[in-house]
């Protein structure tokens, strides 16, 4: 049984990265989702704080998985936590073209090892930025989040009163 930490900006946390966290407690058996800022992407819809919570409620029931945000970076949260390696999924060839360079990086800077895991294909279309979109405009986002953040993730569009 071994930590892996699986960080990512989660804006916000969706079924595809569920895949994920399932794999990685399946084949690990602990996974800390370290939810953190990726400077390539403007601050998205939701504060930090939310992007934890729908984190949470969607691995609730998941054994071994604990959901926690973390400035600096990925390799120093992974030491801070003890984590074996980095885990990270793959959809597309598009994404391991960004990962590998990523993973090199890590390793370069802090001998801290990536693993990949491969997306359910029935989920690798789906990404944040398009939740986002549709959600925004009104849009059904039932088929690619958790059941259990569906609520929270279109209330975080809806116009406050
Ligand atoms: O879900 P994302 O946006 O693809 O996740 C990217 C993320 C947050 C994992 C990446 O930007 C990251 O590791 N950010 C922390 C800062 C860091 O470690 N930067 C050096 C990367 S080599």
Known sequence: MSTVLYPGSFDPFHLGHLDVVAQAAELFGNVVVAVMHN???PSGAFPTAERVKVAQDACAHIQG???EAFPGLAVDAAR???ALCIVKGLRTPADFEVEQQMAHTNFAV????TVYVPSDPALSFISSRYIRDIAANGGDISSM???ATLASIVAAFSPRS
């Open 110 to 113: 802090a001998a801290v090892r």
């Open 39 to 41: 400077p390539d992407k």
């Open 145 to 147: 989040v958790s059941p």
């Open 80 to 82: 801070k936590v003890g």
């Open 65 to 67: 998985v604990t959901v």
